[in-house]
């Protein structure tokens, strides 16, 4: 069966500090692995993705991830977090047949 | 490049009436899909077509939910009557799915969102 879990439902750092957003999942199949975030009264965007080239996925505004099959996880990470990076983040799943969406991690900066 | 046109980006309509919204899809994409993303339920997926056929409907939640793809460019998800638990935010999406309809390894791309509020 196809799952995925976003391990935190909020996540709080300060700016210039880094982000860790943790997403674990399982999957039947060779799965492709997504990150994708929504601000505030807008659609979802296409932050990253991994499927089945380099483990270690670079993404738009400075976002990466790694795909660690051992440990079926898909981690985003960002060295230095920047007050527009306040949003909601979601790790997705996909495989031949199914489209899973995490239930997100809302991503506070304090400054 | 225009992205997936959702309309109306705002509606609020009484209980028992009927509700369309509408989404125009990427020029060129095969695959469509219709989201609602509520505070309880998170992001759910009604509906997905490809070559305007519907694939999944598995997610639409009862008879009152109804969707037609009539053409490549054009989709329409209908409520009626509409409840106040419909309301939500419904995203379309479309994607071009390499295969017929192998999901795996295909971005998504999200309209704006239609945000619907039943009274």
């Known amino acids: 069966a196809q799952s995925v879990t976003q391990l935190d439902s909020h996540v709080s750092v300060s700016e210039g500090t880094p982000v860790l957003l943790r997403c674990n999942y399982s999957?039947?199949?060779?799965?492709?692995l997504f990150w994708y975030v929504q601000h505030p009264n807008k659609g979802l965007q296409l932050l990253l993705k991994y499927t089945s080239a380099a483990t270690l996925v670079k993404g738009i505004n400075g976002f990466e991830a790694e795909f660690k099959k051992s440990e079926t996880s898909f981690h985003l990470t960002k060295p230095s977090a920047h007050m527009s990076d306040a949003a909601e983040y979601f790790c997705v799943v996909s495989d031949v047949f199914k489209i899973i969406f995490g239930k997100g991690t809302r991503l506070h900066i304090l400054p | 490049d225009a992205g997936v046109i959702q309309s109306p980006r705002h509606e609020v309509t009484e209980m028992g009436q009927e509700v369309t919204l509408r989404c125009k899809p990427i020029s060129g994409h095969n695959s469509l899909f219709w989201y609602r993303q509520t505070m309880m339920r998170g992001l759910e997926l009604l509906i997905y077509?490809?070559?305007?056929?519907?694939?999944?409907d598995s997610g639409m939640p009862e008879d009152r939910f109804s969707a037609k793809m009539p053409n490549a460019s054009f989709s329409t998800l209908k409520i009626q009557p509409s409840e106040p638990r419909d309301s939500a935010v419904y995203f379309c999406a479309s994607s071009s799915l390499t295969g017929s309809p192998v999901l795996s390894g295909n971005t998504i791309y999200f309209g704006e969102g239609s945000w619907l509020t039943v009274v």
């Open positions: 999957s039947s199949y060779s799965p492709s």
């Open positions: 077509f490809n070559n305007n056929v519907p694939i999944d």
